[in-house]
């Protein structure tokens, strides 16, 4: 620990069970529900987050004097890159081709979720920096004897604290949609070019003609056949990407269980019969859209049910932005414009972060330029720049 902080002691844990909720939820706030004790809580109960996966939980807490957590951090030893999405394969593949052991890795990350949002969790009146928890989890990296620790989609304010504490910085590019105080679906597109905003009226006009009803639940609304028929799109949408389904059966319920309203689960129904379906968690300021998956063939069923539907809510809501997952430039043409993500590494071997050093520093720029000239082909009658976008 920095000089002044040695009352301070950095403990991990085997399982988020092993931290009261309350304590943990003292520094993860309400904002965000994917750091949240619960949600936490409802990976690991269902068996997604665990030793079949490769996550293996070693949870950072950072207890005071007294005994009191003041700050803590979702980590994982991890034993491969999957379930990321911020890739180092490369990184890894060239340590080991040098002779070196890049894996197990400690991973600060919320499984399975490239959602945005605090890691470096810290009690508001405990006077912790992100700086100061980042120097712990380094030092804990070192004791270990590990190759790395990777702090993924973090806020901008860790990412730049991190990185003047020496860890390298990576930016990433998500697509978001942002409320501009829209009164209805029809103030967004009024915003639109002519040809964009013709564009997504039919596409809309034949998703809703094509003999399917759509509805919005929340929390308790979601019952066991709901979530069996969408467990059912997940699974089925993992194996056309090739992908592994980390997250179980059992999963799904426990979230609507443990989040209650937060949880919002929209579903296509044909003859009663649901047909698709796309999982959503609420935040304060963000609707966060997350699995989506059908069985059958529907016109534009996607595009309604995972953005459409989701400006939506968002506007009858009043909720600032919706951010609908990795990857994606399709989204662009929807309303949804390149933000930044951020990530920071530490890297233990001097010769591997030199390398990837100056990987980053040419990666960076390119990511910036890339961001600007995608903002170009922003569907809004106004220009749109990255910077002005980004949460």
């Not at 990576?170 to 105080?181: D, I, K, P, S, Y």
């Not at 047909?275 to 609707?287: E, F, I, K, M, T």
């Amino acid at each position: 620990m920095p000089d002044g902080t040695a009352a301070l002691s950095l403990t991990l844990h085997k399982s988020i069970a092993e931290i009261p909720a309350a304590a943990w939820d003292a520094c993860a706030g309400t904002d965000n529900p994917f750091v949240s004790h619960a949600f936490l809580a409802a990976l690991e109960e269902s068996g997604s987050a665990s030793a079949r996966t490769g996550w293996l939980p070693q949870h950072a807490v950072l207890r005071d004097a007294s005994n009191s957590v003041v700050a803590c951090a979702p980590m994982y030893a991890k034993s491969h890159s999957y379930g990321e999405y911020v890739f180092d394969h490369g990184w890894a593949q060239a340590f080991e081709r040098a002779g070196g052991h890049y894996y197990p890795k400690l991973q600060v990350a919320v499984p399975f979720s490239p959602v945005p949002g605090p890691r470096l969790l810290r009690r508001p009146d405990a006077g912790v920096s992100p700086a100061l928890l980042g120097h712990a989890l380094a030092q804990a990296c070192r004791e270990l004897d590990l190759s790395s620790a990777h702090v993924t989609f973090c806020n901008e304010a860790e990412w730049h604290a991190l990185g003047e504490s020496g860890w390298l910085q990576r930016l990433g590019m998500q697509f978001h949609w942002c409320n501009a105080g829209y009164g209805t679906f029809d103030d967004f597109l009024g915003a639109l070019a002519s040809r964009k905003r013709k564009a997504i009226r039919r596409e809309r006009r034949d998703a809703n003609d094509a003999g399917l009803e759509f509805v919005t639940l929340r929390g308790a609304e979601i019952g066991r056949r709901e979530w069996s028929a969408f467990y059912g799109f997940y699974t089925s949408t993992v194996d056309r990407k090739w992908g592994s389904a980390y997250l179980t059966r059992q999963f799904f319920p426990l979230l609507s269980e443990r989040l209650g309203d937060r949880v919002v689960l929209m579903l296509a129904r044909h003859r009663g019969v649901p047909v698709a379906g796309a999982l959503n968690l609420l935040g304060a300021d963000a609707l966060y859209g997350r699995n989506w998956g059908c069985r059958g063939e529907w016109p534009f069923l996607h595009f309604e049910l995972c953005y459409y539907r989701a400006i939506d809510f968002a506007i009858a809501n009043g909720v600032a932005r919706v951010e609908a997952g990795a990857q994606g430039e399709h989204k662009i043409q929807r309303g949804y414009l390149p933000a930044p993500t951020y990530s920071a590494h530490w890297i233990t071997h001097a010769g591997l972060k030199r390398a990837i050093a100056d990987y980053l520093a040419q990666e960076r720029p390119a990511r910036l330029t890339e961001m600007e000239e995608l903002c170009a082909a922003s569907p809004f009658r106004e220009a749109v720049d990255a910077e002005s976008h980004a949460t």
